[in-house]
């Protein structure tokens, strides 16, 4: 079963590159322009995602933002940007896949909350403030 597996993994990145270059015969676009293209947009997304994503984790932490969604969208455009590192056009397809998928639109994820500042959602309460000695 190992063997089995070790096979898949090992093949994959090989049937990805001679994808890449059938699709570049027939397209025209010379393979080494497309794997840097690839390879290109794969870091800007990674270096992008790095900085949102410390910026996402910190507006969870203060409750303005609710924490899982935050979690799967980076990681959903971390794996993306990983297969657009990868070099291969099936990988791409993928990684492109992962990045249309609308995550960030769901609901059920707008209730929890991960600070103990504000509230995800939540107005200020207005009161009256006096104090008893």
Do not use: C, H
């Amino acid at each position: 079963m190992r063997l089995i597996v070790l096979l898949i993994v090992l093949s994959f990145p090989v049937l990805d590159v001679l994808a890449t270059m059938r699709f570049a015969r027939l397209t025209g676009i010379p393979t080494l322009a497309w794997l840097a293209a690839s390879a290109v947009a794969g870091a800007l997304l990674l270096r992008n995602e790095r900085m949102s994503f410390r910026a996402k984790t910190f507006a969870a932490l203060r409750g303005d933002q609710p924490l899982l969604l935050g979690l799967l969208d980076s990681g959903r455009r971390i794996l993306a940007a990983l297969l657009l590192i990868l070099p291969g056009i099936i990988s791409d397809v993928i990684a492109l896949l992962l990045l249309l998928l609308p995550i960030n639109l769901g609901a059920p994820f707008a209730t929890q909350s991960a600070g103990i500042g504000r509230a995800f959602g939540r107005e200020t309460i207005e009161g009256d403030y006096r104090r008893t000695d």
